[in-house]
Nanobody, 121 residues
Framework: QVQLVESGGGLAQPGGSLRLSCAAS????????MSWYRQAPGTERELVAA???????TYVDSVKGRFTISRDNVKKMAYLQMNSLKPEDTAVYYC???????????????WGKGTLVTVSS
């Protein structure tokens, strides 16, 4: 019924760019906070970037100034523009959607299946 589908992963060289896309079949997409997580081999999954229903953005320190999260509420899409890529950005990137009410998660949340980003020479 509800699904998030990521695309845009692949191979990039250090200093290069990729744009990840997340297509969301959420009826009330505009009410959801959309975010991107990543998980590298041997590490825990970490929050990379989030954009709230009010279009407020948050980034993990390691990607600030390099990554930009955005959303299109008409197309029901979320994006992660990744510039100045580094080898340490290599990971599986996951799209995540949740509703927050008063800062507390409300109702169901949803995960995509992930898309692999590899940064190497």
């Amino acid at each position: 019924q509800v699904q998030l589908v990521e695309s845009g992963g692949g191979l990039a060289q250090p200093g290069g760019s990729l744009r990840l896309s997340c297509a969301a079949s959420l009826i009330t997409f505009s009410n959801y906070e959309m975010s991107w997580y990543r998980q590298a081999p041997g590490t825990e999954r970490e929050l990379v970037a989030a954009i709230s229903s009010a279009h407020v953005t948050t980034y993990v320190d390691s990607v600030k100034g390099r990554f930009t999260i955005s959303r299109d509420n008409v197309k029901k899409m979320a994006y992660l523009q990744m510039n100045s890529l580094k080898p340490e950005d290599t990971a599986v990137y996951y799209c995540y959607a949740r509703i927050l009410m008063g800062g507390i998660k409300y109702g169901m949340d949803f995960w995509g299946k992930g898309t692999l980003v590899t940064v190497s020479s």
